[in-house]
């Protein structure tokens, strides 16, 4: 019988668990200190709040209106970002990060309208020029911001790094995405339960999963509430305002940069989020602020909420 | 940069994902063997002696066989996957001749004279590449007797859905074998027969659950060319045969009782009129985190083929075979596996008893085939992973 364990750590400012069969606690622990390695060196590579990381780099560019050369996993995330960009209208864009400097979601204070218009002109996928592998800022003082997927593809690039360990059965958990390298040994699938989006502890859904994804997103992570009104984290670039529409969105796809992709540009499209779910064929869940329920997941659903 | 905004947005996604190295590698890594696993398998298979009641003329003894079985699996690369089967058999006993009505008109058995004494040597590869989301698979066999020679190829794929809920699989097989039954003076037996088989399924398998999964399938098969007992006195069967069946398998995953209930059902049926049901159910029972327990019970029915005649008076003609397999019967089987598991290495031991009968079969059966088996099977175990 296969070797479980599990090992908990702190990246990319979220909870991060790996569940693990292994053929000893030696081949476990060393599995899992490689995959914690893996998932720290993205974090090392992509944070916006290190000075030392890539990000920083580029964004010194982008300050400067300079340009960059960038290596093949960053050119990579570089084009899926485009692809993602073009595929939500210009939704997904990875320099709306800059609104953060007038939304802190911690304060508990709105911007003003003037404060957002500020910053409007400097935001924009479209503005880049992106010539693989060269980063061009043309416009000068935009801001690049992975923290959008790099999550989602480091729990992808988890998974790989615990199959070339040997890893066959296993569950990978970077702060709520999932990525699962196989089912039980026994051939169970992972149950992986989804927040319920307004009561907090309780599960929406249990999902099963024996291969593959789920992520999740939604207005309960980080949100402002002001004047009975919630004020989520996804902002719209071309708005600087919080979406309104899903209150939550989980999806499961092959890999997990495609579920988390999925699910936060769903949360973008606002009401138009549930089309945008259907047209992918993937399968779904989720919630609008009514407390509707959509999606082809809702057989999972916890019956008091069915 | 290529503009991707008028393709479907997951092909989109997808092909941009799959440009990132760590997605690439997962994107076949997905079920391949990593590790190199052999095994070796010993059963001993012995049928219950007749009664000296049953026999008119013959020997009371049955068939015994000892299974000696190698497997090996191994990773050639990331995505590519080969297994090896061999097996060496050897068979002892007396087989039926025939079938006649003794005195009282009952059917009694004409059993060959000598032992049969017979080995068989069985090897088979298979080569299974691994891709998105599933796998593709060629084997080819042999498998040589003194009297019996086949070869066969199989082609067969697997392919889950993006959520990996839901898996479809199906294959065909092609097998083309050669008896050249051995001779013996003053009984008329042909020199070398043919005869070819295809059959085809298709299965979906579907989670239902975190602990419930099921699967529902089709076959097919068709044989054509020498289908008869070469060895029998009196034995005419069509040189053609379909068959077509459905299949239905649970498997039910109970965490608190640390169990397993896999219950599984299977219809066939030919156009040699043949038709049977079988239900069976497992109980996987985890005792400690490296012994499991699995206990069984296994029922069988079917009907008899249109030729089917209960004894081999020279009064019959067109086609007619005697042959017990063809008569109508059912049978119950249980049985108990043990399963001891450690991280490198496995040992499993199992013990099934078989008995058939007429009264068993779900239909009424006037008269029971007296060659009608009752068996008990003993096999052991050992696999190794490095």
């Not at chain 1, 999925?262 to 989720?286: F, K, M, N, V, Y």
């Not at chain 2, 760590?22 to 010993?42: F, M, N, W």
Request: glycine share 8%.
């Amino acid at each position: 019988m296969p070797h479980f364990q599990s090992h908990s750590f702190r990246a990319m400012g979220s909870p991060c668990c790996l569940h693990l069969y292994a053929d000893s606690e030696q081949h476990a622990q060393q599995a899992a200190q490689a995959v914690e390695a893996e998932v720290l060196r993205l974090e090392q590579k992509y944070s916006r709040y290190r000075d030392d990381s890539l990000t920083a780099a580029i964004n010194q560019a982008a300050k400067d209106g300079a340009s960059i050369e960038v290596d093949n996993e960053t050119a990579a995330l570089l084009d899926y970002a485009h692809t993602a960009w073009l595929q939500s209208d210009g939704l997904f864009d990875i320099t709306s990060g800059l609104l953060r400097r007038v939304w802190n979601f911690r304060s508990g204070k709105i911007p003003t309208q003037k404060e957002i218009d500020l910053l409007l002109p400097h935001i924009g996928w479209g503005k880049v020029g992106w010539h693989n592998p060269l980063l061009n800022f043309v416009h000068r003082g935009m801001e690049l911001d992975f923290g959008g997927y790099v999550k989602e593809y480091g729990a992808d690039c988890a998974a790989a790094v615990a199959q070339q360990q040997g890893i066959q059965h296993g569950l990978i958990e970077l702060g709520g995405d999932i990525r699962v390298i196989g089912p039980h040994p026994d051939g169970r699938p992972w149950s992986v339960g989804i927040r319920h989006p307004r009561t907090s502890g309780q599960v929406l859904a249990q999902i099963a999963l024996t291969n593959g994804a789920i992520a999740s997103s939604g207005d309960y992570e980080r949100c402002i509430e002001l004047n009975g009104k919630r004020y989520g984290h996804i902002l719209d670039p071309r708005s600087g305002w919080p979406v309104q529409g899903l209150i939550s969105v989980s999806v499961v796809a092959n890999h997990c940069l495609l579920a988390g992709s999925a699910t936060t540009i769903a949360l973008l499209r606002g009401d138009q989020g549930t089309d945008w779910l259907d047209s992918l064929d993937l399968p779904w869940l989720a919630m609008d602020q009514q407390g509707n329920l959509y999606g082809t997941l809702q057989d999972s659903v916890s019956s008091a909420d069915a | 940069m290529t503009t991707t905004k008028k393709r479907n947005p997951l092909a989109a996604l997808t092909g941009a994902a799959l440009a990132l190295p760590a997605i690439a590698q997962l994107a076949h890594a997905d079920s391949a063997p990593v590790k190199t696993e052999v095994g070796y398998r010993y059963s001993q298979y012995q049928e219950d002696d007749l009664s000296q009641s049953q026999i008119l003329i013959g020997s009371p003894e049955r068939y015994d066989v000892d299974n000696h079985a190698f497997r090996l699996v191994t990773p050639l690369n990331a995505q590519l996957g080969l297994t090896v089967d061999a097996s060496y058999e050897t068979m002892s006993g007396a087989s039926a001749y025939g079938v006649a009505e003794d005195a009282q008109g009952e059917p009694k058995l004409i059993m060959t004279g000598a032992s049969i004494d017979d080995r068989r040597n069985d090897v088979s590869a298979s080569l299974r590449h691994y891709r998105d989301n599933g796998s593709i698979a060629v084997s080819v066999g042999w498998s040589d007797e003194k009297d019996y020679t086949a070869y066969n190829a199989a082609l067969e794929a697997e392919q889950s859905s993006a959520d990996r809920l839901t898996t479809y699989s199906g294959g065909i097989g092609y097998s083309s074998d050669t008896i050249e039954p051995v001779q013996e003076a003053g009984i008329n037996r042909p020199d070398s027969e043919d005869k070819s088989t295809i059959n085809g399924f298709a299965a979906i398998t579907r989670i239902l659950s975190a602990s419930w999964q099921v699967q529902g399938g089709l076959f097919a098969g068709f044989n054509d060319g020498y289908l008869s007992d070469a060895y029998k006195a009196r034995d005419i069967r069509p040189d053609e045969r379909q068959s077509f069946g459905a299949m239905a398998r649970s498997r039910y995953f109970m965490p608190d009782l640390q169990a397993a209930l896999h219950a599984d059902y299977r219809y066939y049926s030919d156009d040699w009129g043949i038709q049977s049901h079988t239900l069976e159910f497992a109980w996987h029972q985890s005792l400690t985190k490296q012994l499991r327990l699995v206990p069984l019970l296994r029922y069988y029915s079917q009907s008899q083929a249109d030729f089917y005649v209960d004894n081999d008076s020279i009064s019959h003609t067109g086609d007619q075979s005697s042959d017990y397999r063809l008569s109508p019967f059912g049978a119950i089987a249980y049985g108990l596996g043990l399963v001891y598991e450690e991280t490198s290495w496995r040992l499993t031991a199992n013990v099934e008893r078989y008995d058939s009968e007429g009264d068993l079969a779900l239909e009424s059966v006037d008269r029971e085939n007296p060659m009608l088996v009752s068996y008990t099977l003993l096999a052991v175990g050992v696999d190794y992973r490095f």
